[in-house]
């Protein structure tokens, strides 16, 4: 058995901001366990600019905005162990993980964060009819295909959902000479930024075919087309609105979901909205000094946000560590009228911070109000020139207004259109 | 009157802009946008609009087939696939550095192409 | 290349077959027209061992399926191959369905089944907790279970290849010539000769027989398009639970896999072409449409995929598994449709028994019908899975996060006899991709390990053979 004061199961940018920000934080002892062979995660696929803007206030690739990171672990006496999948993570924090080297390790760790990011949404989530011939993958897969292996995914494609993955690999496979017939996205507006939209797609006249789906795939051994057809207001297809576009490949965009296996089995209990832990102010999950955060807490659109997030969690794990960290009374976050979800879904009521609460909108909205309230009283309220599903927001509590509330009590947190 | 409309991407909001331009071609007026930022991203991009490139390069010698790289820079718009020509030519040796020079001053944009990533 | 006899078909009953014959002292090919065995009804039907009351008395199904699921259970534990008794009940939803539930009992037992009983709503209840209120009473017969199908095939045409059987893939039959010696066979890699054919070609049994003249055998193509559920809702259904049956097959079943999966379906719908597996989004509607009639609770949110496959009924209802009339040495195994999986093992001794009519079978002096169980580094402890890295660093590495598969075993399965030569192949020996991401992240390391170990680049490497690339050229 190996005995480490932090354990951080996944060496993403959320699980290197972790565990430099316990390091800065006096934790001495951190073992970070990455099972792919760099360190870096999805990023290392992410070959496109636009990471980076608010943390380091530059335009940086996906492998520049790791590469930074894993600059600064070298500096310290983290220590890294890549290839090392993270099977178990038992009552009182015994990690068993598995690598090539070491065979099986178990390790005793007096705090642990988890850090696994996310996947792709699968086709067979989606119940689209047809052939299970080759040439469907998610955008995340042909990414990987084009940008790290170097091999060409498909000639003609069509994309289905227009979340950023998917504009991004549009614009990538047209670059590599590609022909991208369409994006097809199930919402009446589109998941991506705007500039994605602009940038991936009308940059390439490759047009985006809103409230649309794919209902059937064609093609015995290798994709030969799909079927598209237009949807109604209940996401449903509209019979005779079906069209045939001839393809080689299609690629899902449909969603991301928080890799949380090793969370559920070590019995944690999911938020159904985010799908990731429940966890306080420092990210501290119902077990005790289990943290989470980045993409396996709640999915996030920029990177930026997951450092800042992972910073909290590794700060929370420090304080834990050392037994400062403050647990206890605790009032509760909800999210209503047109707000999803909130992070964190709980506050110490003694904590000693101000707590930013992180949530999504489930429409768009234009000039709009947020608006928290507990009891009925108002706490406070942001307005909003516009509000959509696709960006976060967030509000910030003052420690002030968080210790005055009662025990137990609710913090709604709701729109005003 | 020529007219031109446009999709702002300074900021999340998306303002829908129009641009006009007068008879020699020049811009008249910049509509529809709720900030200074959308008047010059308007401005630039009817008139030289920019594009950062990011791609990836043949690895030559290494345990990578491909690394990936970017413009140091915006390049025009218009020159992406002729870049991208250039670019799927070229190759570096490994090992390759972050930031080291893949092609320099690329098709005389005074933009060179440089690695983003390590490769052994 | 000449053998005593060609076994043409690789899917269960060829494979069970092939098995059978690899006793004896005779030259046995398996030709199969796809890139791996179990590629056809095998692989897509409901993975389900039936007890054997359906079938009408006096009937070759009715015979076959009671014994061959009297075998099953010693089969699988010799071929390393999960087998779960779980039972089955026939619900009725009203007293005129219960008379249909007592029909089948008493045909039940005429054919032999044993462990048959008649239970009431009460009782159904009890066993099966998930069952809708409206169920009045079942039909339970407990020697049913669940087996998982392409798993029986690899291991049965694994353990046949030890014994010596020739595996030969992408060998599609195009015709078939007779001469003084027996058959040569014109395939798609080349002439083969044989002097005793075994036509288990499924789907094409009825095209195979042509080739020397016979067009007795009639068969009508009917499809069944399937969902899979999650795990996490595998313990829905205790038993297989049937609705009563029709003129169309067993209706819509709602049944636990092997693996721990729910599975529901089949539909069932005649149709021309006899290689189309596609899903409809009529067929996947009525699938859940039914499913609800017994398990109110089941949701297709939780599905992981869905598929269809394509049976060979037969026009005359029955398995036909005899002496060819039109060319002397050639013997059909053909219209195996369910309960087909339930008989392949009985199959396979019948066979060998019409074979031996004139064919002497003399067995080998050396000779396993064991085949040991693979590597599956997911059910091992810790300490076994210490001990077998330490043998073999290849199992540290896992490749397939959902289902914990490790690059060993998927080197295990390519290294195998008769093993996989795709991605789907892996998948199916391996389940690496099969999880909730469906590939998402191993897919591309699967490619590679395949092109490794097979010496090619990774755009070669294809899903399930043929055409089915995955990648294309380099981008550079």
């Given at each position: 058995?190996?005995?480490y004061?932090l354990?951080?199961?996944?060496?993403?940018?959320?699980?290197?901001?972790?565990?430099?920000?316990?390091?800065?934080?006096g934790?001495?002892?951190?073992?970070?366990?990455e099972?792919?062979?760099?360190?870096?995660?999805?990023?290392?696929?992410?070959?496109?600019?636009?990471?980076?803007?608010h943390?380091?206030?530059?335009?940086?690739?996906?492998?520049e905005?790791?590469?930074?990171?894993?600059?600064?672990?070298?500096?310290?006496?983290?220590?890294?162990?890549?290839?090392?999948?993270?099977?178990?993570?038992?009552?009182?924090n015994?990690?068993?993980?598995?690598?090539?080297?070491?065979?099986?390790?178990?390790?005793?760790?007096?705090?642990?964060?988890?850090?696994?990011?996310?996947?792709?949404?699968?086709?067979?989530?989606?119940?689209?009819?047809?052939?299970?011939?080759?040439?469907?993958?998610?955008?995340?897969?042909?990414?990987?295909?084009?940008?790290?292996?170097?091999?060409?995914?498909?000639?003609?494609?069509?994309?289905l959902?227009?979340?950023d993955?998917?504009?991004?690999m549009?614009?990538?496979m047209?670059?590599?000479?590609?022909?991208?017939?369409?994006?097809?996205?199930?919402?009446?507006?589109?998941?991506?930024?705007?500039?994605?939209?602009?940038?991936?797609?009308?940059?390439?006249?490759?047009?985006?075919?809103?409230?649309?789906?794919?209902?059937?795939?064609?093609?015995k051994?290798?994709?030969?087309?799909?079927?598209?057809?237009?949807?109604?207001?209940?996401?449903?297809?509209?019979?005779?609105?079906?069209?045939?576009?001839?393809?080689?490949?299609?690629?899902?965009?449909?969603?991301?979901?928080?890799?949380?296996?090793?969370?559920?089995?070590?019995g944690?209990?999911?938020?159904?909205i985010?799908?990731?832990p429940?966890?306080?102010?420092?990210?501290?999950?119902?077990?005790?000094?289990?943290?989470?955060?980045?993409?396996?807490?709640?999915?996030h659109?920029?990177?930026?946000?997951?450092t800042e997030e992972?910073?909290?969690?590794?700060?929370?794990?420090?304080?834990?560590?050392?037994?400062?960290?403050?647990?206890?009374?605790?009032v509760?976050?909800?999210?209503?009228?047109?707000?999803?979800?909130?992070?964190?879904?709980?506050?110490?009521?003694?904590?000693?911070t101000?707590?930013?609460?992180?949530?999504?909108?489930?429409?768009?909205?234009?000039?709009?109000?947020?608006?928290?309230?507990?009891?009925?009283?108002?706490?406070?309220?942001?307005?909003?020139?516009?509000?959509?599903?696709?960006?976060?927001?967030?509000?910030?509590?003052?420690?002030?207004?968080?210790?005055?509330?009662?025990?137990d009590?609710?913090?709604?947190?709701?729109?005003?259109? | 009157?020529?007219?031109?409309?446009?999709?702002?991407?300074?900021?999340?909001?998306?303002?829908?802009?129009?641009?006009?331009?007068?008879a020699?071609?020049?811009v008249?007026?910049?509509?529809?946008?709720?900030?200074?930022?959308?008047?010059?991203?308007?401005r630039?991009?009817?008139?030289?609009?920019?594009?950062?490139?990011?791609?990836?390069?043949?690895?030559?010698?290494?345990?990578?087939?491909?690394?990936?790289?970017?413009?140091?820079?915006?390049?025009?718009?218009?020159?992406?696939?002729?870049?991208?020509?250039?670019?799927?030519k070229?190759?570096?040796?490994?090992?390759?550095?972050?930031?080291?020079?893949?092609?320099?001053?690329?098709?005389?944009?005074?933009?060179?192409?440089?690695?983003?990533?390590?490769?052994? | 290349?000449?053998?005593?006899?060609?076994?043409?078909?690789?899917?269960?009953?060829?494979?069970?077959?092939?098995?059978?014959?690899?006793?004896?002292?005779i030259k046995?090919?398996?030709?199969?027209?796809?890139?791996?065995?179990?590629?056809?009804t095998?692989?897509?039907?409901?993975?389900?061992?039936h007890?054997?009351?359906?079938?009408?008395?006096?009937?070759?199904k009715?015979?076959?399926?009671?014994?061959?699921?009297?075998?099953?259970?010693?089969?699988c534990?010799?071929?390393?191959?999960?087998?779960?008794?779980?039972?089955?009940?026939?619900?009725?939803?009203?007293?005129k369905?219960?008379?249909?539930?007592?029909?089948?009992?008493?045909r039940?037992?005429?054919?032999?089944?044993?462990?048959?009983?008649?239970?009431?709503q009460?009782?159904?209840?009890?066993?099966?907790?998930n069952?809708?209120?409206?169920?009045?009473?079942?039909?339970?017969?407990?020697?049913?279970?669940?087996?998982?199908p392409?798993?029986?095939?690899?291991?049965?045409v694994?353990?046949?290849?030890?014994?010596?059987?020739?595996?030969?893939?992408?060998?599609?039959?195009?015709?078939?010539n007779?001469?003084?010696?027996?058959?040569?066979?014109?395939?798609?890699?080349?002439?083969i000769?044989?002097?005793?054919?075994?036509?288990?070609?499924?789907n094409?049994?009825?095209?195979?027989?042509k080739?020397?003249?016979?067009?007795?055998?009639?068969?009508?193509?009917?499809?069944?398009e399937?969902?899979?559920?999650?795990?996490?809702?595998?313990?829905?259904?205790?038993?297989?639970?049937?609705?009563?049956?029709?003129e169309m097959?067993?209706?819509?079943?709602?049944?636990?896999?092997?693996?721990?999966?729910?599975?529901?379906?089949?539909?069932?719908?005649?149709?021309?072409?006899?290689?189309?597996?596609t899903?409809?989004?009529?067929?996947?509607?009525?699938?859940?449409?039914?499913?609800?009639?017994?398990?109110?609770?089941?949701s297709?949110?939780?599905?992981?995929?869905?598929?269809?496959?394509?049976?060979?009924?037969?026009?005359?209802?029955?398995?036909i598994?005899?002496?060819?009339?039109?060319?002397?040495?050639?013997?059909?195994?053909?219209?195996?449709?369910?309960?087909?999986?339930?008989?392949?093992?009985?199959?396979?001794?019948?066979?060998r028994?019409?074979?031996?009519?004139?064919?002497?079978?003399?067995?080998?002096t050396?000779?396993?019908?064991?085949?040991?169980?693979?590597?599956?580094?997911?059910?091992?402890?810790?300490?076994?899975?210490?001990?077998?890295?330490?043998?073999?660093?290849?199992?540290?590495?896992?490749?397939c996060?959902?289902?914990?598969?490790?690059?060993?075993?998927?080197?295990?399965?390519?290294?195998?006899?008769?093993?996989?030569?795709?991605?789907?192949?892996?998948?199916?020996?391996?389940?690496?991709?099969?999880?909730?991401?469906?590939?998402?992240f191993?897919?591309s390391?699967?490619?590679?390990?395949l092109?490794?170990?097979?010496?090619?680049?990774?755009s070669?490497?294809?899903?399930?053979?043929?055409?089915?690339?995955?990648?294309?050229?380099?981008?550079k």
């Amino acid at each position: 058995m190996l005995n480490y004061d932090l354990v951080v199961v996944g060496g993403g940018p959320a699980g290197m901001a972790a565990a430099l920000k316990a390091r800065e934080n006096g934790v001495e002892s951190i073992i970070v366990l990455e099972r792919a062979e760099t360190l870096g995660g999805i990023l290392e696929q992410c070959i496109h600019t636009g990471f980076g803007l608010h943390y380091f206030g530059e335009e940086l690739s996906g492998p520049e905005y790791a590469g930074r990171f894993m600059k600064m672990l070298e500096g310290t006496d983290i220590d890294v162990k890549v290839d090392t999948m993270v099977l178990d993570i038992a009552d009182g924090n015994v990690v068993t993980a598995v690598n090539k080297k070491d065979g099986l390790l178990k390790i005793q760790a007096k705090a642990v964060v988890l850090a696994m990011g996310c996947r792709e949404r699968p086709r067979g989530a989606l119940s689209i009819a047809g052939s299970r011939c080759s040439g469907i993958m998610t955008a995340g897969t042909a990414q990987k295909y084009v940008n790290i292996d170097g091999y060409m995914p498909g000639h003609e494609v069509v994309i289905l959902g227009s979340g950023d993955i998917g504009l991004i690999m549009a614009r990538r496979m047209t670059l590599e000479g590609a022909k991208v017939k369409m994006v097809c996205e199930l919402m009446p507006y589109s998941g991506g930024l705007t500039r994605n939209i602009v940038q991936c797609l009308d940059d390439f006249g490759i047009p985006l075919k809103l409230s649309c789906t794919v209902v059937a795939t064609h093609g015995k051994d290798r994709l030969e087309g799909v079927t598209i057809a237009k949807v109604d207001e209940r996401l449903q297809p509209i019979p005779g609105t079906e069209e045939y576009v001839s393809c080689d490949t299609l690629m899902l965009s449909v969603g991301l979901i928080p890799e949380n296996e090793l969370s559920k089995n070590s019995g944690l209990q999911l938020d159904v909205i985010t799908s990731g832990p429940k966890v306080d102010e420092y990210r501290e999950t119902e077990h005790a000094g289990v943290f989470a955060c980045g993409n396996v807490l709640q999915v996030h659109d920029l990177v930026d946000y997951v450092t800042e997030e992972s910073q909290i969690a590794g700060l929370g794990a420090a304080k834990f560590i050392k037994g400062e960290k403050v647990t206890g009374e605790c009032v509760y976050t909800k999210g209503i009228n047109g707000v999803r979800y909130i992070v964190p879904q709980r506050i110490n009521r003694e904590t000693d911070t101000d707590v930013k609460l992180y949530f999504r909108v489930g429409a768009v909205y234009n000039n709009a109000k947020i608006i928290v309230e507990c009891d009925g009283k108002e706490i406070l309220s942001k307005k909003k020139v516009k509000l959509c599903p696709g960006e976060m927001e967030y509000v910030t509590l003052k420690q002030s207004v968080i210790s005055e509330l009662p025990a137990d009590a609710v913090i709604n947190v709701r729109v005003e259109a | 009157m020529e007219k031109r409309e446009l999709v702002c991407v300074a900021c999340p909001l998306g303002c829908p802009i129009t641009v006009t331009f007068d008879a020699d071609g020049n811009v008249e007026s910049v509509t529809g946008n709720t900030c200074k930022r959308g008047d010059a991203y308007a401005r630039t991009e009817v008139t030289n609009p920019t594009r950062m490139l990011t791609t990836t390069v043949k690895v030559e010698g290494g345990k990578a087939y491909v690394v990936p790289v970017k413009s140091a820079n915006p390049i025009p718009k218009g020159m992406m696939f002729d870049c991208m020509e250039i670019i799927n030519k070229a190759s570096i040796k490994a090992p390759v550095n972050i930031g080291d020079v893949v092609v320099e001053n690329i098709l005389g944009t005074g933009v060179d192409i440089i690695a983003t990533n390590y490769a052994e | 290349m000449t053998y005593d006899v060609a076994v043409v078909g690789a899917g269960v009953v060829g494979g069970l077959i092939a098995r059978e014959l690899s006793r004896f002292q005779i030259k046995v090919a398996l030709l199969e027209k796809c890139n791996d065995v179990a590629m056809g009804t095998t692989k897509a039907n409901s993975a389900i061992v039936h007890g054997g009351f359906d079938a009408q008395n006096g009937t070759l199904k009715a015979k076959l399926n009671v014994q061959g699921t009297l075998m099953m259970p010693e089969v699988c534990e010799k071929l390393s191959v999960p087998f779960k008794k779980n039972g089955s009940v026939v619900v009725a939803f009203s007293e005129k369905e219960m008379d249909h539930v007592k029909e089948l009992y008493e045909r039940g037992i005429k054919n032999g089944v044993p462990e048959l009983s008649v239970i009431d709503q009460a009782e159904l209840r009890r066993i099966e907790p998930n069952i809708s209120d409206k169920a009045v009473g079942a039909l339970l017969s407990e020697s049913a279970g669940i087996v998982c199908p392409y798993e029986l095939t690899i291991a049965a045409v694994e353990n046949a290849v030890t014994n010596g059987v020739e595996f030969i893939r992408n060998c599609e039959v195009k015709a078939i010539n007779e001469n003084n010696d027996g058959y040569v066979l014109d395939t798609t890699v080349g002439e083969i000769s044989a002097k005793y054919i075994i036509n288990a070609a499924g789907n094409f049994s009825d095209e195979l027989a042509k080739m020397v003249g016979d067009d007795s055998i009639e068969l009508v193509p009917r499809k069944g398009e399937y969902y899979v559920l999650d795990k996490s809702v595998g313990n829905l259904a205790i038993h297989t639970i049937f609705q009563c049956p029709n003129e169309m097959g067993k209706g819509i079943l709602v049944t636990p896999t092997v693996d721990g999966n729910l599975l529901i379906g089949p539909t069932a719908l005649n149709i021309e072409d006899k290689e189309d597996i596609t899903t409809t989004p009529e067929g996947l509607k009525e699938i859940v449409e039914k499913a609800l009639k017994s398990v109110p609770i089941v949701s297709t949110r939780n599905a992981i995929t869905s598929f269809a496959g394509v049976r060979a009924h037969p026009v005359n209802d029955d398995f036909i598994i005899g002496w060819c009339d039109k060319s002397a040495n050639f013997l059909n195994v053909a219209g195996v449709e369910s309960p087909g999986l339930s008989s392949a093992p009985a199959i396979a001794l019948y066979v060998r028994e019409i074979l031996n009519e004139k064919l002497e079978l003399k067995e080998k002096t050396e000779y396993t019908d064991v085949r040991e169980e693979p590597v599956r580094f997911r059910h091992m402890s810790d300490e076994e899975r210490a001990e077998l890295i330490k043998k073999n660093p290849a199992y540290g590495r896992i490749v397939c996060r959902c289902e914990t598969i490790t690059e060993g075993e998927i080197i295990d399965a390519i290294k195998a006899p008769a093993g996989a030569r795709d991605v789907d192949g892996v998948k199916r020996r391996t389940r690496a991709g099969m999880g909730r991401c469906q590939g998402g992240f191993c897919g591309s390391k699967v490619v590679e390990i395949l092109a490794n170990e097979l010496g090619v680049p990774m755009s070669d490497i294809t899903k399930f053979g043929g055409d089915s690339k995955i990648i294309y050229e380099r981008t550079k």
